[in-house]
């Protein structure tokens, strides 16, 4: 059965991501020493990592997600996301701490930034996975981030292609097949 695109090489091994997730809880658990926290995921690519991170961070949290409309409207940063699920949980006062898997070029987070400080948070910081580092400007660097990613097409651990692979334990880069 022909597939446009293949399985490439594995670029993080799940032990890999396991250890780098365990640090970044103990970061993010040393990071806040008072008040609430609001772990929030952006769905659906954050729902493993956000799994896993939030079992590495001991201290008291609440879990969260945000869904947020596509590119529908074209890749410009236009700063008129859409939430198709917002938060039940009240953010005002609260520490907010927005999980992404990765930082493309950035649009999804500027967007998602500009919404979030609009809800008046005591504060508000960023978990990626993955940082692309291609970003020509964000709102707000990641605080938090687990591995620089390289400039792939990346599959797993969340990550998809065209709603396939999310469910890898592991990260690998997607190839055209070779002739
Ligand atoms: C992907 C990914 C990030 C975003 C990164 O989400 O999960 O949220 O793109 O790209 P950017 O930095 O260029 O904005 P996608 O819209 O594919 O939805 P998904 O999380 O459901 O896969």
Redesign the pocket.
């Given at each position: 059965m022909p597939t446009a695109l293949e399985l490439g090489a594995e670029v993080f091994s799940a032990d890999r991501i396991a250890a780098r997730v365990e640090e970044l809880g103990a970061e993010i658990n040393a990071h806040y020493l008072t008040g609430d926290l609001i772990v929030l995921g952006?769905?659906?690519?954050s729902f493993i990592f956000l799994g896993d991170l939030v079992r590495n961070i001991p201290r008291p949290l609440q879990v969260d997600f945000l869904v947020a409309s596509?590119?529908g409207s074209g890749r410009s940063t236009s700063g008129d996301v859409r939430l198709l699920y917002d938060p039940e949980t009240g953010l005002r006062g609260k520490h907010i701490l927005l999980v992404?898997?990765?930082?493309?070029?950035?649009?999804?987070?500027n967007r998602l930034v500009r919404l979030l400080r609009g809800r008046e948070p005591r504060s508000l910081e960023i978990c990626a996975l993955l940082h692309k580092r291609i970003?020509r400007s964000l709102e707000l660097e990641p605080r938090f981030v687990g591995f620089n990613a390289p400039p792939l097409f990346l599959v797993g651990y969340g990550?998809?292609h065209a709603e396939d692979y999310r469910h890898l334990p592991f990260i690998a880069s997607l190839e055209a097949p070779k002739e």
């Amino acid at each position: 059965m022909p597939t446009a695109l293949e399985l490439g090489a594995e670029v993080f091994s799940a032990d890999r991501i396991a250890a780098r997730v365990e640090e970044l809880g103990a970061e993010i658990n040393a990071h806040y020493l008072t008040g609430d926290l609001i772990v929030l995921g952006l769905l659906k690519g954050s729902f493993i990592f956000l799994g896993d991170l939030v079992r590495n961070i001991p201290r008291p949290l609440q879990v969260d997600f945000l869904v947020a409309s596509s590119y529908g409207s074209g890749r410009s940063t236009s700063g008129d996301v859409r939430l198709l699920y917002d938060p039940e949980t009240g953010l005002r006062g609260k520490h907010i701490l927005l999980v992404e898997d990765i930082v493309d070029s950035g649009n999804t987070l500027n967007r998602l930034v500009r919404l979030l400080r609009g809800r008046e948070p005591r504060s508000l910081e960023i978990c990626a996975l993955l940082h692309k580092r291609i970003a020509r400007s964000l709102e707000l660097e990641p605080r938090f981030v687990g591995f620089n990613a390289p400039p792939l097409f990346l599959v797993g651990y969340g990550l998809d292609h065209a709603e396939d692979y999310r469910h890898l334990p592991f990260i690998a880069s997607l190839e055209a097949p070779k002739e």
